[in-house]
């Protein structure tokens, strides 16, 4: 289940670098206007540090790529219709409110889907159906579809996953299912990070 953040919870669950994982990622000094924008739309809701896992994979990829807009959009193709919305409104920057997962388990179905879809050649699922994680393939190097970084990449994946993640509160079933594909989007994002950082 996700962590709430408390006062005193966050004074005893830092990791060994002395971060606070219940705390969301602080925007870079540095970062373009459109991802102030968006980490600002990404952390008005606080989602537990798992999802913070995500945030400051996200931050790493973007970080690497100079805040810059990638050569391609993330691929659309059975994409939550939910963040087709959010981009047609201008990604909520002219004052348009967060679309609304009235149906988190349809929701989850479809975004599973497209995720699905994303994934590199190389990544194989387990016998339980889950993808693996026991290591990135062809020497992390390579991405497929999801080497797609700035307004029009990475940030759909996070958004796909916050407003889902806002929707599933109080579900336990529901809520499993949300942090399954936050840890498993955590796990590919950093591999995308150490790609870029290396590249």
């Given at each position: 289940?996700?962590?709430?953040?408390?006062?005193?919870?966050?004074?005893?669950?830092?990791?060994?670098?002395?971060?606070?994982?219940?705390?969301?990622?602080?925007?870079?000094?540095?970062?373009?206007?459109?991802?102030?924008?968006?980490?600002?739309?990404?952390?008005?809701?606080?989602?537990?540090c798992h999802f913070n896992a995500v945030l400051a994979a996200w931050i790493r990829v973007e970080a690497a790529?100079?805040?810059?807009h990638g050569p391609m959009n993330l691929p659309s193709r059975r994409r939550p219709t939910h963040v087709g919305?959010?981009?047609?409104?201008?990604?909520?920057?002219?004052?348009?409110?967060?679309?609304?997962?009235?149906?988190?388990?349809?929701?989850?179905?479809?975004?599973?889907?497209?995720?699905?879809?994303?994934?590199?050649?190389?990544?194989?699922?387990?016998?339980?159906?889950?993808?693996?994680?026991?290591?990135?393939?062809?020497?992390?190097?390579?991405?497929?579809?999801?080497?797609?970084?700035?307004?029009?990449?990475?940030?759909?994946?996070?958004?796909?996953?916050?407003?889902?993640?806002?929707?599933?509160?109080?579900?336990?079933?529901?809520?499993?299912?949300?942090?399954?594909?936050?840890?498993?989007?955590?796990?590919?994002?950093?591999?995308?990070?150490?790609?870029?950082?290396?590249?």
């Amino acid at each position: 289940m996700r962590a709430r953040h408390s006062a005193s919870t966050a004074q005893t669950s830092r990791d060994v670098r002395g971060k606070d994982p219940l705390v969301a990622p602080v925007c870079p000094a540095k970062a373009a206007q459109w991802f102030v924008s968006a980490h600002a739309q990404m952390t008005r809701v606080p989602l537990g540090c798992h999802f913070n896992a995500v945030l400051a994979a996200w931050i790493r990829v973007e970080a690497a790529s100079k805040f810059e807009h990638g050569p391609m959009n993330l691929p659309s193709r059975r994409r939550p219709t939910h963040v087709g919305t959010w981009i047609g409104g201008a990604r909520g920057t002219r004052g348009t409110a967060d679309p609304k997962v009235t149906d988190a388990a349809a929701y989850a179905r479809q975004w599973q889907t497209w995720w699905d879809g994303l994934q590199p050649e190389w990544r194989k699922k387990e016998k339980d159906g889950k993808w693996s994680t026991k290591e990135y393939g062809a020497g992390g190097n390579e991405w497929g579809p999801l080497t797609q970084w700035g307004v029009n990449g990475t940030l759909s994946i996070v958004a796909s996953l916050y407003f889902w993640g806002c929707a599933v509160p109080g579900d336990a079933e529901l809520e499993a299912q949300w942090e399954a594909a936050v840890l498993d989007v955590a796990w590919a994002l950093e591999g995308l990070a150490i790609f870029y950082e290396k590249f």
